[in-house]
């Protein structure tokens, strides 16, 4: 365990206006290869709504459900309320959140590629699972193994993107995950949609080709640079002041190496990262990688794409009307994306969490009070109001899409310290898939039970997460990772959380901001 005082910092003072480098074709082709990664776990995520709605799959595997959604006399509410169709989706989160914690030693003892490369190969084992399955246990040891891969690939993949990304472009390059994942959910809705009616194994083409995205990361994975930061941490510096050079396409890193070198030193005394994190001096780190992912799933997002279809219905679309609501609002949070990456580095991360939150909280609301006012268990909406309500879940789905969406996995990616940041990547994979199960195996059951109410209690969330980031989460655009300990020590709650600790060259704990440009640390 470190030491007290400077030793336990790791960086001592900034550097940042030193450092040196551009964006190099390495750092670009390195970071679309790692982006892989989110596409394969968009593509999951999006190809089982579809494969839920085929009715082959349905009187194969869920015969229940499958009378249930074709009788005309069922609850608009209650037609999917079955825990074995939630046990489903379900069960590919908790297997990520298991694997998750076993991913953390793994990423600091081998490398970032190498959680890449398992993730890649459980992947391949899941879909090839899928796409032979006979029976429900081969089918949820299927999608198990994609859990598995989840864990490792989003353990792995948004450390070594905000590891590899020079710091003025981190958080673009970092939402490469996130336009990644909304990308394989738009192509998993686009190829549900060509698959529906190839009767009786269109469902099994969706789930196979699941296999593509996963070779594409497991080579890609392989054939990747390690990243400087993992390098120095094992002992290789000659071998990570190499690729440093390589990526930054400039000799002149010393003030980068410098920073990677003293934040390795801390690191390499760690025994224990997860013991350590729980330290006062990471709690604010802490509370982020438990609140950001945690947040990220209670806005909401999933319950609004599972609805989008009976909303869909009511507007005429037919048999067609999940797969035509799943493309329509993927296809609006992959573009959606498109609008943060360009502008997360120049209006910065809080700007866009509130601004979002906002959004987002007025369109829950509406949706409730038309749906509460005009929609029944057993009565559909007129044209006018479902085309109103289609828009507004557009808008929903878009404000989450450049807000937190890809911010809420940039944010906990970028702010820990070198000695435990896979621990604290793990502990943020880990929350995430902890309550994006809790919400896919209980939210069939809470749409029957809340039925417009549920969109009320989503826009609640919104409303305290918003807050949150309101108060308690510095800026931190264009703060170089290494120097991101630096921050909290500025800002006016946590200062006064974490503990009294010297700095260098004027950094009090307790300055409230010392030298650096305090509008950037708000």
Same mark, same amino acid.
């Given at each position: 365990?470190a030491?007290?005082?400077?030793?336990?910092?790791g960086v001592?003072?900034?550097?940042?206006a030193?450092?040196?480098g551009?964006?190099?074709?390495?750092?670009a082709m +390195?970071?679309?290869?790692?982006?892989?990664?989110?596409?394969i776990?968009?593509?999951?995520?999006?190809i089982?709504?579809?494969?839920t709605?085929?009715?082959?799959?349905?009187?194969?595997?869920?015969?229940?459900v499958?009378?249930?959604?074709?009788?005309?006399?069922?609850?608009n509410?209650?037609?999917?309320?079955?825990?074995?169709?939630?046990?489903?989706?379900?069960?590919?989160?908790?297997?990520?959140?298991?694997?998750?914690?076993?991913?953390?030693?793994?990423?600091r003892?081998y490398?970032?590629?190498?959680?890449?490369?398992?993730?890649?190969?459980?992947?391949?084992?899941?879909?090839?699972?899928?796409?032979?399955?006979?029976?429900l +246990?081969?089918?949820?040891?299927?999608?198990?193994?994609?859990?598995?891969?989840i864990g490792?690939?989003?353990?792995?993949?948004?450390?070594?993107?905000?590891?590899?990304?020079?710091?003025?472009?981190?958080?673009?390059?970092?939402?490469?995950?996130?336009?990644?994942?909304?990308?394989?959910?738009?192509?998993?809705? #686009?190829?549900?949609?060509?698959?529906?009616n190839?009767?009786?194994?269109?469902?099994?083409?969706?789930?196979?080709?699941a296999?593509?995205p996963?070779?594409?990361?497991?080579?890609?994975?392989?054939m990747?640079?390690?990243?400087?930061?993992?390098?120095?941490?094992?002992?290789?510096?000659?071998e990570?002041?190499?690729?440093?050079e390589?990526?930054?396409?400039?000799?002149?890193?010393?003030?980068?190496?410098?920073?990677?070198?003293?934040a390795?030193?801390?690191?390499?005394?760690?025994?224990?990262?997860?013991?350590?994190?729980?330290?006062?001096?990471?709690?604010?780190?802490?509370?982020? +990688?438990?609140?950001?992912?945690?947040?990220?799933?209670?806005?909401?997002?999933?319950?609004?794409?599972?609805?989008?279809?009976?909303?869909?219905?009511?507007?005429?679309?037919?048999a067609d009307?999940s797969?035509?609501?799943?493309?329509?609002t993927?296809?609006?949070?992959?573009?959606?994306?498109?609008?943060?990456?360009?502008t997360?580095?120049?209006?910065?991360?809080?700007k866009?969490?509130?601004?979002?939150?906002?959004?987002?909280?007025?369109?829950?609301?509406?949706?409730?009070?038309?749906?509460?006012?005009?929609?029944?268990?057993?009565?559909?909406?007129?044209?006018?109001?479902?085309?109103?309500?289609?828009l507004?879940?557009?808008?929903?789905?878009?404000?989450?899409g450049?807000s937190?969406?890809?911010?809420?996995?940039?944010?906990?990616?970028?702010?820990?310290?070198?000695?435990?940041?896979?621990?604290?990547?793990?502990?943020t994979v880990?929350?995430?898939?902890?309550?994006t199960?809790?919400?896919?195996?209980?939210?069939?059951?809470?749409l029957?039970?809340l039925?417009?109410?549920?969109?009320?209690?989503?826009?609640g969330?919104?409303?305290?997460?918003?807050?949150f980031?309101?108060?308690?989460?510095?800026?931190?655009?264009?703060?170089?990772?290494?120097? #991101?300990?630096?921050?909290?020590r500025?800002?006016?709650?946590?200062?006064?959380?974490?503990?009294?600790?010297?700095?260098?060259d004027?950094?009090g704990?307790?300055?409230?901001?010392?030298?650096a440009?305090?509008k950037?640390?708000s």
């Amino acid at each position: 365990m470190a030491g007290g005082g400077m030793a336990a910092l790791g960086v001592k003072k900034e550097r940042a206006a030193e450092y040196k480098g551009r964006m190099t074709w390495a750092v670009a082709m +390195a970071c679309l290869v790692a982006a892989v990664g989110g596409s394969i776990f968009g593509y999951d995520i999006g190809i089982s709504g579809g494969v839920t709605s085929m009715d082959p799959f349905l009187e194969k595997f869920f015969p229940v459900v499958f009378r249930r959604k074709n009788s005309g006399h069922q609850n608009n509410y209650c037609k999917y309320d079955n825990q074995g169709l939630s046990a489903f989706t379900s069960s590919l989160y908790l297997a990520g959140l298991v694997s998750s914690l076993f991913a953390s030693p793994v990423t600091r003892n081998y490398g970032r590629r190498a959680s890449i490369v398992c993730g890649g190969i459980s992947f391949l084992i899941g879909a090839i699972l899928n796409v032979a399955a006979v029976n429900l +246990a081969m089918l949820i040891l299927g999608r198990i193994m994609l859990g598995v891969g989840i864990g490792f690939g989003n353990q792995g993949v948004p450390l070594y993107l905000s590891e590899m990304a020079p710091a003025h472009l981190r958080g673009a390059l970092n939402m490469m995950f996130q336009l990644a994942t909304t990308l394989g959910i738009f192509t998993a809705n #686009m190829i549900n949609y060509g698959t529906q009616n190839i009767n009786p194994w269109g469902w099994r083409l969706s789930l196979g080709l699941a296999a593509v995205p996963a070779l594409l990361m497991t080579v890609g994975g392989l054939m990747l640079p390690e990243t400087p930061n993992s390098l120095i941490e094992r002992g290789r510096s000659e071998e990570g002041r190499r690729v440093l050079e390589r990526i930054r396409g400039t000799a002149d890193v010393d003030a980068e190496f410098m920073d990677m070198t003293e934040a390795s030193e801390l690191a390499n005394t760690i025994e224990n990262p997860f013991r350590n994190i729980l330290e006062r001096r990471n709690r604010p780190q802490l509370v982020m +990688a438990v609140c950001m992912p945690a947040f990220q799933i209670l806005t909401g997002i999933n319950s609004i794409l599972f609805y989008a279809p009976v909303l869909f219905q009511t507007m005429g679309f037919g048999a067609d009307a999940s797969l035509y609501s799943s493309v329509i609002t993927g296809a609006v949070l992959c573009l959606s994306t498109l609008i943060s990456i360009g502008t997360v580095d120049r209006l910065g991360r809080r700007k866009l969490l509130i601004s979002g939150g906002i959004q987002m909280i007025v369109c829950q609301v509406i949706v409730a009070v038309i749906l509460g006012v005009k929609f029944g268990t057993d009565k559909q909406l007129s044209r006018s109001y479902s085309i109103a309500v289609v828009l507004v879940i557009c808008l929903f789905v878009m404000a989450f899409g450049w807000s937190w969406g890809p911010l809420g996995w940039t944010v906990p990616s970028e702010i820990f310290p070198l000695e435990t940041r896979s621990a604290g990547q793990s502990i943020t994979v880990a929350v995430n898939l902890f309550f994006t199960f809790v919400i896919a195996q209980a939210f069939l059951s809470l749409l029957c039970a809340l039925k417009f109410g549920i969109f009320l209690f989503f826009a609640g969330w919104i409303t305290v997460m918003t807050v949150f980031v309101y108060i308690f989460l510095p800026e931190t655009k264009g703060v170089p990772i290494e120097e #991101m300990v630096l921050l909290w020590r500025k800002h006016w709650f946590w200062k006064k959380v974490m503990p009294d600790m010297p700095l260098e060259d004027g950094w009090g704990a307790g300055d409230g901001g010392g030298r650096a440009d305090d509008k950037n640390h708000s």
